[in-house]
T-cell receptor, first 111, second 113 residues
Framework: QKEVEQDPGPLSVPEGAIVSLNCTYS??????FMWYRQYSRKGPELLMY????GNKEDGRFTAQVDKSSKYISLFIRDSQPSDSATYLC???????????FGQGTTLQVKP | EADIYQTPRYLVIGTGKKITLECSQT?????MYWYQQDPGMELHLIHY???????EKGDLSSESTVSRIRTEHFPLTLESARPSHTSQYLC????????????FGEGSWLTVV
């Protein structure tokens, strides 16, 4: 069983839709949670970084962490075609930089 | 904006060749990492370093080796490339100057024929 599970999609939505991306995990020691966006043939770009449970908002993006359910989410409001990319969740137990990644969800936002 | 650079971006080489993938960062980060990503699959940590002359193997076994002679430089070497080494290799770094958030380079796409 993988430590981090993420539905690979693909997920296709119309422009302006609210997108919900999710990951589940099994290691209760994870405390640091990240969402990265990766365009084709590019490196991952950090979108959101949260510590422990709770919500964090940055513009159109909201990250949620529910440690009791071992479940994290990324919401994208008013989605744009430029949001079309692969979204990776990542997490770690200590602040070591040794990240465990989900498989990534491919998102397509249609104009 | 992350100042971490990888070269080459794309490389096609023959089996048995020796290759070195370069990674440099200008942020003064003490921690550097190499991840491997096969198409459509998760990134897996293959090497990391917490400082000069310190290198460790990651969770995914790899035939590659790394060195950390200078803080800003963390090259990855394959002594004899094989088709099974075909993958994307991503370098990353973090440190106090970036609040311990991890930044990735653009990646090096390696194809061994």
């Amino acid at each position: 069983q993988k430590e981090v599970e993420q539905d690979p999609g693909p997920l296709s939505v119309p422009e302006g839709a609210i997108v919900s991306l999710n990951c589940t995990y099994s290691n209760s020691a994870f405390q640091y949670f990240m969402w990265y966006r990766q365009y084709s043939r590019k490196g991952p770009e950090l979108l959101m970084y949260t510590y422990s449970s709770g919500n964090k908002e940055d513009g159109r993006f909201t990250a949620q962490v529910d440690k009791s359910s071992k479940y994290i989410s990324l919401f994208i409001r008013d989605s744009q075609p430029s949001d079309s990319a692969t979204y990776l969740c990542a997490m770690e137990a200590g602040n070591t930089g040794k990240l465990i990644f989900g498989q990534g969800t491919t998102l397509q936002v249609k104009p | 904006e992350a100042d971490i650079y990888q070269t080459p971006r794309y490389l096609v080489i023959g089996t048995g060749k020796k290759i070195t993938l370069e990674c440099s960062q200008t942020m003064g980060h003490d921690k550097m990492y190499w991840y491997q990503q096969d198409p459509g699959m998760e990134l897996h940590l293959i090497h990391y370093s917490y400082g000069v002359n310190s290198t460790e193997k990651g969770d995914l076994s790899s035939e590659s080796t790394v060195s950390r002679i200078r803080t800003e430089h963390f090259p990855l070497t394959l002594e004899s490339a094989r088709p099974s080494h075909t993958s994307q290799y991503l370098c990353a770094s973090t440190g106090l100057s970036s609040g311990n958030t991890i930044y990735f380079g653009e990646g090096s796409w390696l194809t061994v024929v």
